[in-house]
T-cell receptor
Framework: DAGVIQSPRHEVTEMGQEVTLRCKPISGHNSLFWYRQTMMRGLELLIYFNNNVPIDDSGMPEDRFSAKMPNASFSTLKIQPSEPRDSAVYFC??????????????FGDGTRLSIL | DQQVKQNSPSLSVQEGRISILNCDYTNSMFDYFLWYKKYPAEGPTFLISISSIKDKNEDGRFTVFLNKSAKHLSLHIVPSQPGDSAVYFCAARSQGGSEKLVFGKGTKLTVNP
């Protein structure tokens, strides 16, 4: 079974450039999560969607970050303009939620982002 | 303020022995707890979970214990194997319908042959 698929796996770009990270959740999952992992702060939730609707975006650091989920099988996380402090590993996760008891989140392998 | 704390950054054990990873939390509203394992250059992989209505959950070599009064949970791996060497994250979710998980910073387990 295909897991959560993220692209690209690595991204190196110069500050000021727009960065777009992509995620395809597990088929049939209806919740999608974007996380950022840094040495200082660990793994932090940025935003999550349920049935393609953003539910909690309180973790989005600032207006330079935006996320969309146009359909059940695709989501993007965009940073514009990017800054060196955005360098981190970004993970996407998905889960099946709603009346099924506790269900774990399943993670993709992440995008390692480096802003020069 | 860290709501989920893993106070040991690293742990080293011998193959065949027990590994015990610990996690403390501060939010009494947490009702669902999970352990994830992470290898380098991969995403976290779900390992085992426990609901706050239980105090123990077992799956093969892995057992999670929950002590609600102490706000403490632990993951036991018996027997430990070299392939268990990874970073282990504890995570918690608050009751009330939110799916947000709060993660600890992880414990790096090394199992020596």
């Amino acid at each position: 079974d295909a897991g959560v698929i993220q692209s690209p796996r690595h991204e190196v770009t110069e500050m000021g450039q727009e960065v777009t990270l992509r995620c395809k959740p597990i088929s049939g999952h209806n919740s999608l999560f974007w996380y950022r992992q840094t040495m200082m702060r660990g793994l932090e939730l940025l935003i999550y969607f349920n049935n393609n609707v953003p539910i909690d975006d309180s973790g989005m650091p600032e207006d330079r970050f935006s996320a969309k989920m146009p359909n059940a099988s695709f989501s993007t996380l965009k940073i514009q303009p990017s800054e060196p402090r955005d360098s981190a590993v970004y993970f996407c996760a998905s889960s099946l939620s709603g009346g099924l008891g506790n269900q774990p989140q399943h993670f993709g392998d992440g995008t390692r982002l480096s802003i020069l | 303020d860290q709501q989920v704390k893993q106070n040991s950054p690293s742990l080293s054990v011998q193959e065949g022995r027990i590994s015990i990873l610990n996690c403390d939390y501060t939010n009494s509203m947490f009702d669902y707890f999970l352990w994830y394992k992470k290898y380098p250059a991969e995403g976290p992989t779900f390992l085992i979970s426990i609901s706050s209505i239980k105090d123990k959950n077992e799956d093969g070599r892995f057992t999670v214990f929950l002590n609600k009064s102490a706000k403490h949970l632990s993951l036991h791996i018996v027997p430990s194997q070299p392939g268990d060497s990874a970073v282990y994250f504890c995570a918690a979710r608050s009751q009330g319908g939110s799916e947000k998980l709060v993660f600890g910073k992880g414990t790096k387990l090394t199992v020596n042959p």
